[in-house]
Each structure stands twice: as structure tokens, then as C-alpha cells.
């Protein structure tokens, strides 16, 4: 929410000199804008978003995180895991109102096949109780 971009902005502004781009809006809308420059991020930051989309929506936003970013760029994200007890994922959709859609490593590395980021470069590690996966893609 804006608050919290505010919050984040104020907190690293001073450490900042220009280096950060905050962007507040719909990433499946900025990043297949026009407005989307190809390559100038060095890092790309989704942690709690693609599990809160559908593959059809998740697929072209990786592509799009792709094109964003320079040679070497990384782009990192979660995703509710599979294994994800039934009774945790109610509790996020009702504590939260998330309506996480809950992956395998499978349907995960099929995503970002559909993308230009190379196999070798894609890392998927679980947290220790299987719960939850942290994906870093370098290209």
C-alpha cells in the first residue's frame, strides 16, 4: 500500500543516492507497459505477489521481470508451497484475505520455462517445514 511504500521510501532514502526505484501500482500492468524500460534493474523484488496471481498472469510477469533487468540481474520471489497445510492456507485467506494459489517446484520451473531466464540460473529453495519457496532467477 502507499503507506508502506512511504514507510520503506523514508527508511532508505537516506542510503538510497538514487539507486532505488519505488513503484507503487499493478506489476502486471507496469512491467508490460511501454514504461517498462528493458534492462535497468539490477534486482527485482516480488516476495509476496505470485502466489496471490494465476499462472496465465504469473508467466508473462516473470518474462516482463526478465526483460527488466540487466545481464547478471536477479529477480526474487516466494510462493506458497504445495505442501502448505490446508489449515494454514485457510487461515492466510481468512486472517489476510490472500487467495494464494499454492505451487510445486514443478509447476515453478514450468513458469519460468516459459520465460528467457536459463535453467541453470533458476534457484528454488523450501524453508525447513515445506511450506513456502524462495525463487531467485539470475539472467
Do not use: M
Amino acid at each position: 500500500d502507499a503507506a508502506g511504500l512511504r514507510r520503506v521510501r523514508d527508511r532508505l532514502e537516506p542510503k538510497n543516492q538514487g539507486r532505488i526505484v519505488f513503484q507503487l501500482g499493478d506489476p502486471r500492468a507496469v512491467t508490460a507497459s511501454r514504461l517498462w524500460p528493458d534492462a535497468p534493474y539490477d534486482i527485482i523484488y516480488a516476495l509476496a505477489l505470485c502466489d496471490q496471481l494465476s499462472d496465465r498472469h504469473v508467466a508473462p510477469l516473470v518474462a516482463n521481470c526478465c526483460r527488466g533487468l540487466r545481464p547478471g540481474g536477479l529477480l526474487i520471489f516466494g510462493n506458497y508451497a504445495s505442501t502448505l497445510p490446508d489449515s494454514e492456507h485457510c487461515l492466510i485467506h481468512w486472517v489476510l484475505n490472500f487467495n494464494i494459489r499454492r505451487r510445486d517446484e514443478a509447476a515453478l520451473r514450468a513458469l519460468f520455462g516459459q520465460t528467457a531466464f536459463p535453467p541453470a540460473g533458476v534457484q528454488i529453495e523450501s524453508d525447513p517445514w515445506r511450506a513456502s519457496y524462495l525463487i531467485t532467477a539470475q539472467k
